[in-house]
């Protein structure tokens, strides 16, 4: 095959769009598995039904011919996918009419309804893993509390977007596959959904708030706070990473994530010293030097300001 490929695409119903890409490009549709043919490449998209309205769908393949995914808006918001990006391979897109490179070291989850357009540019001859949640309407009217935004928006066919890059949190599902087994597989999803709603719900479709380049530079700047924890990045050396003036970069950090850049590094680092002392092999006081905190008391008053109650307190349970 030589000629390049755009395949066109509604998102509705994870099985129709296997359908569709098997009527699009060389494949066999074995029930729930979609096995590439050598003219167009080579391995798999995998399928797997987790519950009425909710799956999970493994892509771990490599193509050969130049192909393009466009999904094409509906007027209502039948579904919503979560798409996590796993691969060194970096992946062209448009959502919502802005650009997004997804690549490990910046965007790598994306969330959005039915309502909303995209386009992936998929490249030729590069490993590609990804994962994708797919959430129907009715279960998400089930799952979601009825008070939330959210739920409004899938209801109200208002148009949802959202995309950013892992936390530490989110590392659970890079391990995941299609033989993981289902109880284990539905926990660690039911995790990964209820930390991208509280995200979303943080960034509220941070795609209408800023810039595609300004996003794509804060959330590169998110990206190396959340891959050292610990250490504390100066607004100075942030700034000017991203090439920005510091009040700019203050400025666009608040609006793609609705907290400045030292509440949201606090509020990493006592999310892990939470995550640290609930798996009780650690004290308080080691889990405190860990996050470079010298002073006890500084460290229990921030952790009590976040959580509602003491570090010493989860040790008591």
Not at 61 to 75: A, K
Not at 181 to 201: M, Q
Not at 273 to 282: N, P, R, S, V
Not at 296 to 301: A, E, L, T
Request: with cysteine; proline share 4%; aromatic share 10%.
């Amino acid at each position: 095959m030589d000629k390049s490929i755009t395949i066109n695409f509604h998102l509705s119903d994870v099985d129709e769009w296997l359908k569709v890409l098997n009527k699009k490009i060389p494949s066999t549709l074995n029930s729930d598995r979609l096995i590439l043919k050598p003219e167009y490449g080579s391995g798999y998209i995998q399928n797997r039904k987790l519950q009425e309205g909710l799956s999970v769908s493994f892509f771990d393949l490599t193509i050969n011919v130049p192909t393009i995914l466009s999904r094409t808006p509906i007027s209502e918001n039948l579904c919503c996918l979560m798409h996590f990006h796993f691969s060194n391979t970096e992946i062209e897109a448009s959502i919502n009419d802005k650009s997004v490179l997804f690549h490990k070291q910046q965007s790598n989850i994306h969330f959005s309804s039915s309502i909303i357009p995209t386009n992936y540019v998929v490249p030729v001859g590069r490993p590609i893993k990804l994962l994708h949640i797919w959430m129907k309407r009715e279960w998400l009217k089930n799952y979601l509390d009825s008070k939330s935004n959210i739920y409004n928006e899938i209801v109200e066919d208002k148009p949802i977007a959202f995309y950013g890059s892992f936390n530490y949190k989110l590392n659970i599902i890079s391990i995941l596959n299609d033989t993981t087994p289902k109880g284990e597989l539905l926990a660690k999803i039911y995790t990964v959904i209820n930390d991208l709603f509280v995200r979303y719900k943080e960034v509220q479709s941070n795609l209408n708030n800023i810039s595609s380049q300004d996003l794509n530079t804060i959330l590169s700047a998110k990206s190396v706070i959340e891959q050292s924890i610990p250490k504390r990045r100066s607004i100075k050396e942030l700034a000017q990473n991203s090439m920005m003036s510091q009040s700019k970069f203050k400025k666009c950090f608040k609006k793609a994530l609705g907290i400045s850049p030292y509440q949201y590094h606090l509020k990493l680092k006592m999310d892990l010293a939470k995550l640290m002392l609930e798996q009780g092999q650690i004290s308080v006081k080691d889990v405190a030097l860990s996050l470079h905190y010298s002073h006890m008391s500084n460290f229990s008053k921030l952790f009590k300001e976040t959580h509602g109650y003491l570090p010493s307190d989860i040790l008591k349970t």
